[in-house]
């Protein structure tokens, strides 16, 4: 073989070499480019779900917060032992002074009775004689 064919053939491979790691580079920097846009969409992605995720956990924390207020408002406003013990010993006083609670509400009774008397007598006095006229 002539070495201008040799030197032509050469010339030829090194070129179709050329041209195939050209390509093959093109093709590298093409992937690069779209691993590095996807990678792009995806952060996207994973910040507006760590966005939701700590609004969610906001929320949460704002309605656990606000369900202790209420319940802690609830406590407060309780009757502990200590306001029933208030209350039971004066029933205790009221019962255990000589029957005074009794003897109260028996004078009461009496009371309530006489007055109740009185207004049946004007009654009676206004439906026989009329209103004065």
């Known amino acids: 073989m002539p070495d201008w064919l040799l030197a032509s053939v050469g010339e030829i491979l090194a070129g179709l070499v050329l ?4 390509w093959v580079l093109s093709s590298i920097r093409d992937l690069r480019r779209e691993i590095s846009e996807s990678n792009a969409a995806a952060d ?8 939701q995720a700590v609004k ?3 929320l949460e924390r704002h309605s656990v917060i606000d369900r202790l207020n209420r319940c802690e408002r609830q406590l407060a406003a309780m009757t502990t032992a200590e306001d029933l013990n208030r209350i ?11 029957g005074a609670l009794a003897s109260g509400i028996g004078e009461l009774k009496g009371l309530v009775e006489s007055q109740s008397g009185q207004l049946e007598l004007i009654q009676s006095y206004l ?3 009329g209103d004065g006229k």
């Open 127 to 129: 439906l026989r004689n």
């Open 56 to 58: 969610a956990e906001e």
């Open 44 to 51: 996207a992605r994973l910040d507006a779900v760590e966005r």
């Open 19 to 22: 041209a195939a790691l050209a």
């Open 88 to 98: 039971h010993a004066r029933i205790d006083k009221l019962g255990s002074a000589d």
